[in-house]
DNA sequence: GTGAAAGCGCTAACAG
DNA sequence: CTGTTAGCGCTTTCAC
């Protein structure tokens, strides 16, 4: 099954008894042939079970390779396979696949996995930039594919981005348990404490403790990257002298440390908001209340943003926000006790 | 920032005074150069911003293309980006990149999708095949790359496949809740109800019956491919005149649609145990009980076939299953009352 | 309608 | 240590 080489233009051509330029022709419906040379054509074609060879065919053509390259800190993360599937659905048609690779939230591999895809000739680059990661790189010279940044702004290279309504989403969360009555409200955000998402978020936070008269009380911020680290930082709020009545979660994964936390500590009354919506978030005792994003909105617009620079638009680079949504479920309106 | 062509080989071979192959060399430390000259060629290679085509080396290598082409039914499940994240740590180290896309389920996008990777030379494919789907075309001819099937056995075509331990994990997770005292278990499955791994599930949760002396009952038996669906098939059976007393759910979303069913009538007296784990399964109430599967040992598992084919493994194909581990959290526990 | 020659960017095979 | 020639598989250009 394995072993001889794959057929070529050329074994099709001298099947057939032609040159490889008409087969060519017949392939790519490109330019006059009788009939009778493209059933011949067609049939040798099957029979051989050719196929065009891509990577020649675009060298020849000088046109950059049908692909989009994806770098994501990580795949695994749902959030982030929503993006993509979201990127996909909207440049499928336009004959785009998807080259995706994970950088681990290392600059050094996402540089990495950037230059492969430049290498490669990718039509398009799509990054979720890792913390400490510096773009200029990708500037500095003539000629390279267009780059969307994705859910974090890139530094070093200003182009395109796409992201979250971050500050704003936030600052709504935290108004609502405000309005709630709350007082002491407590924020537990993602690692590295640099992270984009997490600066926002944080800002919007104290933006609205700001607005009502609330005064900021950095004891009240806890961090952690996954949902253990998480579970045990919001466990440290509450063991506090004086602790916090509700809880804002940076993102999906301190969502599920809170959630695990005040479950294990049996505490119902403690209000909470999460940003990112989860899975069973209806379903919590009680409901969850979450600013929710819309990842498969973000990875759209990116992917319009990258056809639109394909298609020749040279106007100055775009920073578009997609609308992040309070979904009030019952965790956020719990009152203060 | 855009518009000058791409320099080439030959621009930076100019630019220092040296051929082509010797840049050639420096660039891919093949054969002897001067401390000298290489010095130079570096500094008009960084000048230049200079990026070997990726393209044109394979090509006259007549190596394939670096990549591993991944078709999934659904990016945005969780299960199968982890699944993706898993064959990447695997591949990463070889210099392998991923080219992933959706097929929706749907084999005619699954074949062009194959089509695509095939055109491009990818060196292995890994597919998870849709129902319906056959793939007898990708062995119909000489010397394709390796293809491995995943999570599903592909039809019409005898290769390596990886999947899990899905009869005998539905069994031992049907077994505990007879052991329980249940004797009314109720299975809800995905759709289509053609789907491999359903009727591999449904097959254990049988064989188990059986072993107990308890009869099948169809009418025990309910469908749904969402959340959504999944959740009002479990009401039904709830309605039922001789309603189950336990529940057996087939996969992460039936899963999470027979816990919002059980949240939506109050039922914590209804036992349930979920084929593949949810991330807040443990702060259920009651906990939930979940037959876990492994998506990156899947993952991991399909690379390291992958990579012996590669390396030139020549014997018979492979089918290797990634066991699957009852994880008892309460849910399944419950007693009949 | 079809073919022959040239070349995309790179490296293998041989020179020197 | 370095250069020349040829050619990967395809399409462009120009010829018939």
New binding site residues.
């Given amino acids: 099954m394995t072993g001889s ?9 001298h099947e057939v ?12 419906d ?5 009939a ?3 059933e011949k054509v067609m049939e040798a074609v099957n029979r051989l079970g ?8 675009n ?4 046109s950059p390779d049908s692909t989009i390259g994806l770098v994501v800190p990580d795949m695994g993360n749902p959030f982030f396979g929503t993006v993509a599937g979201g990127i996909e659905d909207a440049v499928r048609e336009r004959g785009l696949t998807l080259l995706m690779g994970s950088s681990a939230e290392d600059p050094a591999q996402e540089r990495a996995l950037i230059e492969t895809f430049l290498s490669r000739r990718v039509s398009a680059l799509v990054v979720v930039p890792s913390v400490g990661a510096h773009h200029a790189y990708l500037g500095g010279v003539s000629s390279g594919p267009p780059v969307v940044f994705l859910d974090r702004p890139g530094s070093g290279l200003a182009t395109d981005r796409v992201v979250s309504s971050n500050r704003s989403g936030a600052q709504e969360g935290t108004a609502h348990l405000l309005a709630a009555g709350h007082r002491r409200i407590g924020f537990i955000g993602d690692l590295p404490a640099g992270l984009y998402t997490r600066r926002e978020r944080l800002a919007g936070y104290r933006a609205a403790l700001a607005d009502a008269g609330v005064p900021y009380d950095r004891n009240l911020v806890a961090s952690g990257h996954d949902q253990g680290a998480s579970a045990a930082a919001t466990e440290g709020l509450l063991d506090l002298a004086e602790p916090p009545t509700a809880l804002l979660a940076g993102n999906n994964f301190t969502a599920m440390g809170a959630v695990t936390a005040l479950a294990r500590r049996r505490r119902k009354d403690i209000a909470l908001v999460a940003f990112d919506d989860l899975p069973l978030a209806e379903i919590l005792e009680p409901p969850l209340t979450v600013i929710a994003q819309d990842p498969a909105a973000l990875g759209a617009a990116a992917a319009r943003t990258v056809l639109a620079r394909l298609d020749g638009d040279r106007t100055r680079p775009r920073a578009e926000v997609v609308p992040t949504r309070l979904v009030p479920r019952g965790s956020g309106e719990l009152p203060p006790r």
């Fill in positions: 080489r794959r057929p070529t233009l050329s074994d099709v051509a008894g032609v040159s490889a330029k008409t087969v060519s022709r017949v392939l790519n490109d330019g006059p042939t009788s009778r040379t493209r050719f196929q065009p060879n891509l990577m020649a065919r060298m020849r053509r000088g």
